[in-house]
């Protein structure tokens, strides 16, 4: 088998093509198929059954609405193949009105699998407990973390958060209030890291893990005191200063953490290892097949921007579960070469999309 | 390239981040400067009692000394600025550069600091009511009748969220240090230039450089001072005066809504008065909270409007080294033209009539390339409940509010400094009994001459001092 990265390239591109294929398939399948995308496919001047061929082939749908996200049935995405089985439903944030939703049978378990693969070991100790610091509600991140946890041998420890409470206060101005509330947040952690469950991994927003480490160490303890060896975080605040920041001044040098980047439709995009040399930028690759991310230019979101240019971040999901052709994402960044980890295009320097930043809340929790 | 550096306790910090500040014509990049976050603020609050410490180890007196050293550098010497240094005229012009303000109003408003400065004695001597300073370095002392009294500090560093657009107030911040406090800063994003010299200057003069954290940087830094210092102070609009009502440790200084009132005594006279108001509306281009907004008078406003008018009317817009360069600039895209939207629909109202608008030779938004001008507006008001009787802009507008003299203080809303020009002792009595009314000056004070032995929105002592009981011994034995 060929090793060079130029062959890897070639190797994920004709998986990620096969992909696209398979997928299709499913979600336009008379009987099987998603009720969304059969009803939308009347529409289509093309026939996704025998014009969709390849990866580029997914250009010819138009850009997906994700208002469309809002709302019931929530599994008209789900192809009715599987409606027969145990059925979960996801929500984004919600905070104005309706929340967009996704309804999942197993792609969660799925990708969180896939990421665990990614974790080191020495790190992230097989058996170890876990502590999840994020939302809980009806979110995916908060069973996908127990999930990999449980992969992992471990029990997950979790946290009450309601990040549309916090939307709330932010936006009323009650400051304080929102304060007390993050303080209530990591009064749990602190309960659970002082209570002897052996809790050495956790999953935590960049916020939270802030906070978590500074109460820490105004109780003359640290983040590697209290036992934790190994972190995932995730969130557009996860920016390289935060990042510098964090591992020298918050965590020391025992202490992994790794950034990660993510949403209820794409699953986990993975950061690349961390090395010195990167001067602390961060570059995301996306699960391929599974997903696929493209930096594309701000004027026309079918055409990519050169390696190292700044474009808006546009997403594809590609599983048994859902099917997402060109999804403009809240966010841009500099477009990344594949990795020998990660065969595929990566995004650095992920931010709020600067044309819808102004009126976006973010960094809730 | 000029970069500068995020300042933690004294230590120059290099972040990955760094925002550009640029020329408002050109664009050009003057500076990159680098940006704090704030999850470093919260850790470096955490060693604030360190710069108290520090401090105390001089005298406050001895600190006074340095400050006055300091102003003659600030003032005079090449300081270093960043990875560079910078001469007194090169501050001006880069200064100019950045926020729009003329260059002679730079050099007016460093004239300002450095005088404070010199005369930080006498500021504090006025401020602290006379009392020996060792009072406020030991926690207690005695007043110099026999009394014990204690002033305890209310924080260790004292927080301050600053504009970007206004150089004028820098001077509020520069007791703290010889107080003996801690001074952490957050400096606006186009005028970094006032917090990095004074530090420069400060610190030649031989005050600790440990006692300064300089954290230019987005709105997080801004909350994360707020956050961790017992005592802050930031700049903003009336929502930010609004948000931060009654938190004892916020103090949110916001639009003046500054006037001038003429009683019923003195307005048979008002053309004497004509230089006192428009210099009142006009002096820095209108863009301080002491710059007056409104002239209220019990009759003769259409006749007054007029006169001040005809005056600022012919005002244009002339290049940033011309001394005698009037108008600042608006640099933030969007912002001239939204506030010449809200004046053009103010007008629409029947008891508003914009009197400038026939000496003025075009429009009153001037739109260029990088940036935008607003002509001096005046506006004839004849109903005092107007919405725009009561209003300000960064510019040189005022309003001329024909009201009742009996009315004035129900009418006029929050004055930050009011002008009072009456010899009638019983409205003088009312004016001085106002509590919606800050700095009072009774005569012919303009409203941007303040004095700085005078408290501003508040006193600083009692912002950064508790006046609480101190004991030695038992009260003498009461007698039944």
């Known amino acids: 088998m060929s090793t060079t990265l130029e062959d890897k390239v070639k190797a994920a591109r004709e998986a990620v093509d096969k992909q696209a294929v398979e997928i299709v398939q499913l979600h336009f399948h008379p009987e099987d198929g998603a009720p969304y995308w059969l009803e939308k496919a009347k529409g289509f001047d093309f026939d996704p059954l025998t014009d969709v061929n390849c990866f580029d082939d997914l250009k010819k749908f138009p850009l997906f609405e994700d208002d469309d996200l809002r709302g019931g049935p929530v599994d008209r995405f789900l192809p009715k193949k599987w409606h027969d089985k145990g059925r979960y439903v996801f929500e984004t944030g919600g905070t104005t009105g309706t929340p967009k939703s996704r309804c999942v049978v197993d792609d969660f378990r799925i990708d969180y699998e ?47 958060l309601d990040p549309r ?55 003359d303890s640290s983040i590697e005191e209290a036992g934790i060896t190994g972190i995932f975080a995730g969130g557009t605040e996860f920016t390289p ?23 209820t439709l794409m699953g986990l995009a993975c950061g690349k290892p961390f090395d010195p040399a990167d001067n602390f930028k961060i570059t995301y690759y996306a699960p391929q097949p599974r997903a696929v991310v493209e930096v594309v230019n701000f004027d026309n979101y079918d055409e990519l921007v050169d390696y190292d240019e700044t474009g808006r971040v546009k997403l594809y999901t590609l599983t048994h579960e859902l099917f997402i052709p ?36 973010v960094g809730v929790y | 390239m000029l970069e500068i550096p995020v300042i933690r306790w004294g230590k120059p910090y290099e972040s990955m981040d760094q925002s550009p500040v640029v020329h408002f014509e050109t664009g050009e990049e003057l500076a990159k400067v680098h940006q704090a976050n704030g999850g470093i603020i919260k850790m470096d609050m955490r060693k604030a009692k360190k710069a108290r410490d520090l401090l105390r180890q001089h005298s406050i007196e001895d600190l006074i000394g340095m400050c006055e050293k300091a102003a003659d550098y600030y003032v005079n010497d090449e300081l270093p600025m960043g990875n560079g240094t ?116 400060m610190v030649k003069a031989g005050i600790p450089r440990e006692a300064f954290c300089l954290y230019p940087g987005p709105h997080e830094c801004g909350s994360a001072i707020m956050e961790t210092c017992e005592r802050s102070t930031i700049f903003g609009g009336q929502a930010t005066v609004d948000q931060h009502a009654g938190n004892p440790k916020v103090a949110a200084h916001g639009p003046g809504y500054s006037k001038i009132v003429i009683g019923e005594d003195k307005i048979e006279d008002w053309e004497q008065y004509i230089d ?31 006169a001040i008018a005809k005056k600022l009317g012919t005002v244009q817009p002339k290049p940033m080294t011309d001394p005698d360069s009037g108008l600042a ?54 109903d005092p409940d107007d919405a725009m009787a009561n209003t300000e802009f960064m510019f040189p507008f005022g309003s001329v509010v024909e009201c009742p003299q009996d009315k004035f203080l129900k009418k006029c809303g929050y004055t930050l400094v009011c002008t009072a020009i009456t010899d009638d002792e019983d409205f003088q009595r009312d004016l001085i009994d106002a509590t919606n009314v800050d700095r009072l000056n009774i005569g012919e004070v303009r409203t941007y001459q303040i004095h700085w032995m005078q408290p501003h929105e508040g006193n600083i002592i009692d912002f950064l001092f508790r006046n609480r009981a101190f004991q030695t011994e038992p009260p003498p034995a009461t007698e039944v």
């Open chain 1, 114 to 160: 896939e990421f665990s693969k990614t974790l080191p070991d020495e790190h992230f100790p097989r058996g170890a407990n876990w502590l999840m610091l994020g939302p809980s509600g009806p979110r995916r991140l908060r069973l996908a973390v127990e999930h990999l946890c449980q992969t992992r041998g471990g029990i997950c420890f979790c946290v009450d």
């Open chain 1, 165 to 219: 409470w916090v939307v709330k206060l932010i936006k009323q101005g009650k400051i304080d209030e929102a304060k007390a509330y993050s303080a209530h947040v990591i009064d749990q952690a602190m309960t659970i890291l002082t209570s002897n469950h052996n809790v050495q991994c956790m999953f935590a927003t960049p916020k939270l893990l802030e906070a978590l480490a500074l109460r820490l160490i105004d109780e």
């Open chain 1, 241 to 263: 200063q935060w990042y510098r920041f964090c591992k020298e001044e918050l965590l020391g040098e025992n202490v992994y953490i790794t950034p990660t980047y993510g949403n």
């Open chain 1, 326 to 361: 060109g999804f403009m994402e809240r966010d841009e960044g500099e477009r990344e070469r594949p990795h020998e980890k990660y065969p595929w295009d990566g995004v650095s320097g992920t931010r709020p999309f600067h044309e819808i930043a102004k009126s976006t809340t």
């Open chain 2, 86 to 201: 910078q001469t007194p005229d090169e501050f001006c012009r880069i200064q100019s550069a950045s926020t729009g303000l003329p260059e002679h109003m730079c050099k007016f408003n460093m004239g300002k600091s450095a005088y404070v400065m010199k005369n930080m004695g006498k500021v504090l001597d006025a401020l602290t009511r006379g009392l020996p300073l060792d009072v406020f370095s030991k926690g207690y002392g005695e007043e110099g009748r026999g009394i014990n009294i204690s002033y305890q500090a209310t924080t260790n560093a004292c927080g301050w969220v600053l504009p970007s657009n206004s150089p004028g107030v820098h001077t509020l911040w520069l007791p703290v240090i010889p107080l003996q406090i801690g001074l952490v800063l957050k400096p606006g994003s186009s005028e970094p230039w006032t917090p990095y010299r004074m530090f420069e200057a």
């Open chain 2, 276 to 306: 006192l108001m428009v210099d009142s509306l006009y002096v820095n281009s209108g863009r301080s909270c002491i710059s007056a907004s409104g002239i209220w008078v019990p009759k003769y406003g259409a006749e007054i409007a007029d």
């Open chain 2, 329 to 382: 600039a608006f640099t933030m895209k969007g912002a001239a033209e939204a506030m010449n939207n809200m004046i053009d629909e103010g007008c629409k109202s029947a008891a508003v009539t914009d009197v400038t608008a026939k000496y003025r030779d075009g429009e009153r938004l001037i739109q260029e390339e990088r940036c935008d001008f607003l002509l001096p507006t005046v506006l004839h008001v004849t």
